[in-house]
């Protein structure tokens, strides 16, 4: 089992930068790949980010440029790094961890509390 700890989110003006943490409650190494997913109001929840294992990411065609994933896995934390955020209403983002390789976002997955991102001036 994996608890996963979301912070950092609040309110930004458009164009602003935030950071987004997600502390696991195992070895965050040990962790075949981890994700961030983000969900608006009235939305389904979309993939933003993936880590793996070996550190190799991949980004959703929105956040590209903008977003960097990232770890460490000294504290066992993930990062969002979210850079030249755009007005896209308030979506909560999630952290989820896929710690034997079924599939994030799958029921064999973990899921954090969310944290809120709001964007607007």
């Known amino acids: 089992q994996v608890q996963l700890v979301e912070s950092g989110g609040g309110l930004v003006q458009p164009g602003g930068s935030l950071r987004l943490s997600c502390v696991t409650s195992?070895?965050?190494?040990?962790?075949?790949?981890m994700g961030w997913y983000r969900q608006g109001p009235g939305k389904s929840r979309e993939l933003v980010a993936v880590i793996s294992k070996a550190g190799s990411t991949n980004y959703a065609d929105p956040v590209k440029g903008r977003f960097t994933i990232s770890r460490d896995d000294a504290k066992n934390t993930m990062y969002l790094q979210m850079n030249n955020l755009k007005a896209e209403g308030k979506p909560v983002y999630y952290c989820?961890?896929?710690?034997?390789?079924?599939?994030?976002?799958?029921?064999?997955?973990?899921w954090g509390q969310g944290t809120q991102v709001t964007v607007s001036s």
């Open positions: 989820n961890a896929d710690p034997d390789g079924d599939g994030l976002g799958t029921d064999s997955s973990y």
């Open positions: 195992r070895s965050i190494s040990s962790i075949y790949a």
